[in-house]
Protein backbone atom coordinates (compact mmCIF):
# COMPACT_ATOMS: atom_id res chain seq x y z
CA UNK A 1 0.00 0.00 0.00
CA UNK A 2 0.92 3.22 -0.80
CA UNK A 3 1.76 4.46 2.77
CA UNK A 4 3.59 3.84 6.15
CA UNK A 5 4.02 5.68 8.81
CA UNK A 6 7.32 5.20 11.01
CA UNK A 7 10.12 5.99 9.59
CA UNK A 8 13.91 7.42 11.23
CA UNK A 9 17.32 9.22 9.38
CA UNK A 10 20.84 9.09 9.70
CA UNK A 11 20.39 12.79 9.83
CA UNK A 12 18.54 12.74 13.49
CA UNK A 13 19.35 8.77 14.33
CA UNK A 14 22.28 7.61 15.30
CA UNK A 15 21.88 3.68 14.17
CA UNK A 16 20.02 5.09 11.00
CA UNK A 17 21.75 6.15 7.53
CA UNK A 18 20.85 8.91 5.39
CA UNK A 19 19.51 12.14 5.10
CA UNK A 20 16.06 12.89 5.70
CA UNK A 21 15.26 14.83 2.13
CA UNK A 22 17.12 11.69 0.37
CA UNK A 23 14.43 9.11 2.09
CA UNK A 24 11.56 11.63 1.72
CA UNK A 25 13.03 11.50 -2.14
CA UNK A 26 13.04 7.73 -2.38
CA UNK A 27 9.66 7.64 -1.16
CA UNK A 28 8.22 9.30 -3.96
CA UNK A 29 10.28 7.35 -5.90
CA UNK A 30 8.61 3.72 -4.71
CA UNK A 31 4.76 6.07 -4.96
CA UNK A 32 4.07 6.64 -1.83
CA UNK A 33 0.90 8.98 -1.41
CA UNK A 34 1.51 9.36 2.76
CA UNK A 35 5.08 8.95 4.54
CA UNK A 36 5.40 9.14 8.25
CA UNK A 37 8.24 10.66 9.65
CA UNK A 38 8.63 9.55 13.13
CA UNK A 39 11.57 10.48 15.15
CA UNK A 40 12.37 8.47 18.29
CA UNK A 41 11.42 10.59 21.50
CA UNK A 42 14.97 12.07 23.44
CA UNK A 43 15.93 9.81 26.09
CA UNK A 44 16.86 12.40 29.34
CA UNK A 45 19.08 10.32 31.18
CA UNK A 46 22.83 9.02 30.14
CA UNK A 47 22.80 5.72 31.34
CA UNK A 48 19.85 5.93 28.58
CA UNK A 49 22.15 6.41 25.56
CA UNK A 50 22.94 3.90 23.37
CA UNK A 51 26.70 2.75 22.53
CA UNK A 52 26.83 4.91 19.40
CA UNK A 53 25.33 7.89 21.17
CA UNK A 54 28.47 7.78 23.71
CA UNK A 55 29.96 11.17 22.14
CA UNK A 56 26.44 12.92 23.05
CA UNK A 57 24.46 14.12 26.30
CA UNK A 58 20.90 14.20 26.77
CA UNK A 59 20.85 17.60 25.87
CA UNK A 60 21.64 16.95 22.49
CA UNK A 61 19.85 14.42 21.79
CA UNK A 62 16.93 17.38 22.88
CA UNK A 63 18.74 19.27 20.46
CA UNK A 64 18.16 17.03 17.36
CA UNK A 65 14.38 16.65 17.69
CA UNK A 66 13.95 20.04 17.56
CA UNK A 67 16.00 20.48 13.97
CA UNK A 68 14.01 17.16 13.41
CA UNK A 69 11.15 19.15 13.55
CA UNK A 70 12.38 21.96 11.76
CA UNK A 71 13.51 20.02 8.79
CA UNK A 72 10.64 17.70 8.50
CA UNK A 73 8.16 20.51 8.58
CA UNK A 74 10.32 22.34 5.72
CA UNK A 75 10.24 19.10 3.64
CA UNK A 76 7.24 18.59 4.01
CA UNK A 77 5.87 21.71 2.71
CA UNK A 78 8.77 21.63 -0.12
CA UNK A 79 7.33 18.23 -1.95
CA UNK A 80 3.28 18.85 -0.28
CA UNK A 81 2.40 18.77 -4.31
CA UNK A 82 4.23 15.70 -4.51
CA UNK A 83 3.66 13.68 -1.19
CA UNK A 84 1.82 13.84 1.95
CA UNK A 85 4.05 14.21 4.78
CA UNK A 86 3.29 13.79 8.45
CA UNK A 87 5.48 15.15 11.54
CA UNK A 88 5.27 12.72 14.39
CA UNK A 89 7.38 10.72 17.12
CA UNK A 90 7.85 7.50 18.11
CA UNK A 91 7.32 6.98 22.15
CA UNK A 92 9.82 5.89 24.60
CA UNK A 93 8.66 3.60 27.60
CA UNK A 94 12.05 3.74 29.93
CA UNK A 95 10.97 5.62 33.10
CA UNK A 96 8.07 6.62 34.96
CA UNK A 97 8.30 9.70 33.30
CA UNK A 98 8.49 8.65 29.72
CA UNK A 99 5.19 9.29 29.01
CA UNK A 100 5.04 12.80 29.93
CA UNK A 101 8.25 13.26 28.02
CA UNK A 102 6.92 12.16 25.21
CA UNK A 103 3.58 14.22 25.98
CA UNK A 104 5.24 17.04 26.34
CA UNK A 105 6.96 17.21 22.59
CA UNK A 106 3.81 16.72 21.23
CA UNK A 107 2.49 19.84 22.59
CA UNK A 108 5.26 21.53 21.82
CA UNK A 109 5.62 20.66 18.66
CA UNK A 110 2.23 20.70 17.93
CA UNK A 111 2.94 17.18 16.28
CA UNK A 112 0.81 15.42 13.89
CA UNK A 113 0.60 11.69 15.88
CA UNK A 114 2.54 8.93 17.89
CA UNK A 115 3.87 6.08 17.18
CA UNK A 116 3.48 4.21 20.32
CA UNK A 117 6.49 1.65 20.76
CA UNK A 118 8.40 0.17 23.66
CA UNK A 119 11.42 -0.73 23.41
CA UNK A 120 13.21 -1.11 27.07
CA UNK A 121 12.44 -3.62 30.13
CA UNK A 122 13.88 -2.98 33.41
CA UNK A 123 15.27 0.06 31.63
CA UNK A 124 17.16 -1.89 29.16
CA UNK A 125 16.82 -2.05 25.73
CA UNK A 126 15.10 -5.10 24.53
CA UNK A 127 15.58 -4.47 20.68
CA UNK A 128 18.53 -3.29 19.85
CA UNK A 129 21.16 -6.40 20.53
CA UNK A 130 21.33 -9.39 22.05
CA UNK A 131 23.91 -8.72 24.74
CA UNK A 132 21.18 -6.15 25.84
CA UNK A 133 17.96 -8.46 25.60
CA UNK A 134 20.29 -10.59 27.91
CA UNK A 135 20.63 -8.15 30.52
CA UNK A 136 16.94 -6.92 30.45
CA UNK A 137 16.46 -11.16 30.62
CA UNK A 138 18.56 -11.42 33.60
CA UNK A 139 16.84 -8.68 35.77
CA UNK A 140 13.60 -9.85 35.16
CA UNK A 141 15.47 -13.49 36.23
CA UNK A 142 16.07 -11.26 39.47
CA UNK A 143 13.66 -9.13 40.12
CA UNK A 144 11.81 -9.43 43.35
CA UNK A 145 7.95 -9.38 41.42
CA UNK A 146 8.31 -11.96 39.37
CA UNK A 147 5.31 -14.13 38.77
CA UNK A 148 7.06 -17.51 37.50
CA UNK A 149 10.30 -18.94 37.76
CA UNK A 150 11.28 -18.56 34.39
CA UNK A 151 13.02 -15.00 32.84
CA UNK A 152 11.75 -15.65 29.53
CA UNK A 153 8.64 -15.69 30.94
CA UNK A 154 8.58 -12.95 32.96
CA UNK A 155 10.54 -10.48 30.78
CA UNK A 156 7.30 -10.97 28.02
CA UNK A 157 5.16 -10.48 31.15
CA UNK A 158 6.77 -7.45 31.95
CA UNK A 159 6.99 -6.02 28.18
CA UNK A 160 2.97 -6.50 27.79
CA UNK A 161 2.52 -4.78 31.12
CA UNK A 162 4.86 -1.93 30.54
CA UNK A 163 3.11 -2.02 26.70
CA UNK A 164 -0.19 -1.81 28.24
CA UNK A 165 0.80 1.44 30.75
CA UNK A 166 2.03 3.26 27.45
CA UNK A 167 -1.67 2.42 25.84
CA UNK A 168 -3.48 3.83 28.47
CA UNK A 169 -1.21 6.56 29.36
CA UNK A 170 -0.55 8.55 25.34
CA UNK A 171 -3.21 6.54 23.47
CA UNK A 172 -0.87 6.55 20.49
CA UNK A 173 -2.90 6.24 16.95
CA UNK A 174 -0.28 3.89 15.72
CA UNK A 175 1.08 1.18 17.61
CA UNK A 176 4.74 0.01 16.76
CA UNK A 177 5.74 -3.06 16.59
CA UNK A 178 3.38 -4.74 19.19
CA UNK A 179 5.47 -8.09 19.86
CA UNK A 180 8.80 -6.73 18.82
CA UNK A 181 10.12 -8.38 22.26
CA UNK A 182 10.12 -11.62 20.14
CA UNK A 183 13.18 -10.35 18.44
CA UNK A 184 15.35 -12.53 19.95
CA UNK A 185 13.14 -15.74 20.59
CA UNK A 186 10.89 -16.22 17.83
CA UNK A 187 9.87 -19.36 19.12
CA UNK A 188 8.85 -18.62 22.71
CA UNK A 189 5.73 -20.17 23.57
CA UNK A 190 3.09 -17.80 25.27
CA UNK A 191 1.54 -19.12 28.07
CA UNK A 192 -1.89 -18.54 28.96
CA UNK A 193 -0.97 -15.73 31.36
CA UNK A 194 1.15 -13.98 28.01
CA UNK A 195 -1.83 -14.22 26.10
CA UNK A 196 -4.33 -12.57 28.39
CA UNK A 197 -1.83 -9.90 28.82
CA UNK A 198 -1.92 -9.41 25.09
CA UNK A 199 -5.60 -9.84 24.67
CA UNK A 200 -5.95 -7.10 27.49
CA UNK A 201 -3.45 -4.71 25.21
CA UNK A 202 -5.32 -5.76 21.92
CA UNK A 203 -8.73 -4.91 23.27
CA UNK A 204 -7.52 -1.37 24.85
CA UNK A 205 -6.45 -0.46 21.58
CA UNK A 206 -9.22 -1.30 19.71
CA UNK A 207 -11.98 0.35 21.86
CA UNK A 208 -9.58 3.93 21.89
CA UNK A 209 -9.51 3.45 17.89
CA UNK A 210 -5.93 3.27 17.21
CA UNK A 211 -4.08 1.39 14.63
CA UNK A 212 -1.84 -1.76 14.56
CA UNK A 213 1.20 -1.45 12.44
CA UNK A 214 1.77 -4.40 10.44
CA UNK A 215 5.99 -3.64 10.10
CA UNK A 216 7.77 -5.13 7.47
CA UNK A 217 11.10 -4.45 9.69
CA UNK A 218 9.54 -8.36 11.00
CA UNK A 219 11.33 -9.99 8.14
CA UNK A 220 14.64 -8.11 8.16
CA UNK A 221 15.32 -9.14 11.47
CA UNK A 222 14.64 -12.78 10.78
CA UNK A 223 11.21 -13.46 11.57
CA UNK A 224 8.93 -15.45 9.57
CA UNK A 225 6.72 -12.58 9.68
CA UNK A 226 5.88 -8.66 9.68
CA UNK A 227 5.30 -7.42 13.05
CA UNK A 228 2.55 -8.49 14.74
CA UNK A 229 3.60 -12.01 14.23
CA UNK A 230 0.24 -14.00 12.64
CA UNK A 231 -0.65 -16.15 15.70
CA UNK A 232 -1.13 -12.14 17.20
CA UNK A 233 -2.50 -10.80 14.34
CA UNK A 234 -5.28 -12.74 13.79
CA UNK A 235 -6.14 -12.34 17.42
CA UNK A 236 -6.15 -8.36 16.41
CA UNK A 237 -8.67 -9.39 13.07
CA UNK A 238 -11.13 -11.42 14.89
CA UNK A 239 -11.42 -8.58 17.21
CA UNK A 240 -11.90 -6.14 14.98
CA UNK A 241 -8.72 -4.38 15.10
CA UNK A 242 -8.19 -2.35 12.30
CA UNK A 243 -4.44 -2.23 10.29
CA UNK A 244 -2.40 -0.15 8.88
CA UNK A 245 1.35 -1.08 7.68
CA UNK A 246 5.13 0.36 7.96
CA UNK A 247 8.38 0.19 6.59
CA UNK A 248 10.41 1.11 9.88
CA UNK A 249 12.76 2.88 7.70
CA UNK A 250 16.21 3.58 9.06
CA UNK A 251 17.50 4.62 5.49
CA UNK A 252 17.04 5.21 1.89
CA UNK A 253 17.69 1.36 1.05
CA UNK A 254 14.79 0.26 3.74
CA UNK A 255 12.29 2.36 2.51
CA UNK A 256 9.52 -0.29 1.66
CA UNK A 257 11.60 -2.73 2.21
CA UNK A 258 10.29 -6.48 2.27
CA UNK A 259 7.33 -4.53 0.98
CA UNK A 260 7.01 -7.37 -1.18
CA UNK A 261 6.67 -10.33 1.66
CA UNK A 262 4.40 -7.98 3.29
CA UNK A 263 1.89 -7.79 0.26
CA UNK A 264 2.19 -11.64 0.72
CA UNK A 265 1.50 -11.27 4.16
CA UNK A 266 -1.52 -9.63 4.12
CA UNK A 267 -2.82 -11.77 1.68
CA UNK A 268 -1.96 -14.78 3.44
CA UNK A 269 -4.34 -13.14 6.34
CA UNK A 270 -7.30 -12.02 4.29
CA UNK A 271 -6.50 -8.26 5.01
CA UNK A 272 -7.95 -6.20 2.03
CA UNK A 273 -9.02 -3.18 4.07
CA UNK A 274 -6.24 -1.33 5.46
CA UNK A 275 -6.52 2.02 7.73
CA UNK A 276 -3.81 5.41 7.32
CA UNK A 277 -3.45 8.39 8.51
CA UNK A 278 -4.25 11.70 6.32
CA UNK A 279 -4.80 15.36 6.96
CA UNK A 280 -8.43 16.61 6.92
CA UNK A 281 -8.63 18.54 4.16
CA UNK A 282 -11.59 20.59 5.84
CA UNK A 283 -9.82 21.54 8.66
CA UNK A 284 -8.97 25.32 8.17
CA UNK A 285 -5.48 25.18 6.19
CA UNK A 286 -3.42 26.52 9.08
CA UNK A 287 -4.87 24.05 11.56
CA UNK A 288 -5.25 20.63 9.46
CA UNK A 289 -5.85 17.54 11.79
CA UNK A 290 -4.71 13.66 11.02
CA UNK A 291 -7.57 11.87 10.88
CA UNK A 292 -7.71 7.93 10.20
CA UNK A 293 -9.08 6.79 6.39
CA UNK A 294 -9.82 3.52 5.32
CA UNK A 295 -8.65 1.94 1.79
CA UNK A 296 -10.57 -0.82 0.56
CA UNK A 297 -9.35 -3.84 -1.74
CA UNK A 298 -5.82 -2.99 -0.85
CA UNK A 299 -4.51 -6.08 -3.00
CA UNK A 300 -5.46 -4.39 -5.74
CA UNK A 301 -3.65 -1.22 -5.91
CA UNK A 302 -1.05 -0.66 -8.62
CA UNK A 303 1.46 0.36 -6.16
CA UNK A 304 2.50 -3.81 -5.56
CA UNK A 305 2.88 -3.89 -9.29
CA UNK A 306 6.79 -2.85 -8.29
CA UNK A 307 7.30 -4.97 -5.90
CA UNK A 308 5.81 -8.21 -7.62
CA UNK A 309 6.29 -9.77 -11.22
CA UNK A 310 3.68 -12.05 -11.31
Known sequence: MPFSHHSHSGQFCQHATGMLEEIIQEAIKKKFIVYGLSEHCPR???EDLYPEESHLQPLDLSKTFEEFVKEARRLQEKYKSQITLLVGLESETITSSSTSEALDLIEKYSLDY???SVHHVHETPIDFDL???EIALSKSSSNKQRI???PEENLFAEYFDSQYQMLQNIKPIIV??????????PNFIFSDLIWKKVER???YVVNY????????AGFKVGLPDAYPQRDILQLI???GGKCTISDDSHGVLRVAMHYDRLYNYLKEMNINVLYYLDYNIEDNIEHKKVIVKEMKNVLDHPFWDQFNSS
Do not use: W
Open 44 to 46: YRI
Open 114 to 116: VVG
Open 131 to 133: EMF
Open 148 to 150: ENN
Open 176 to 185: GHFDVIRIYR
Open 201 to 203: NID
Open 209 to 216: GGLFEINS
Open 237 to 239: LKK
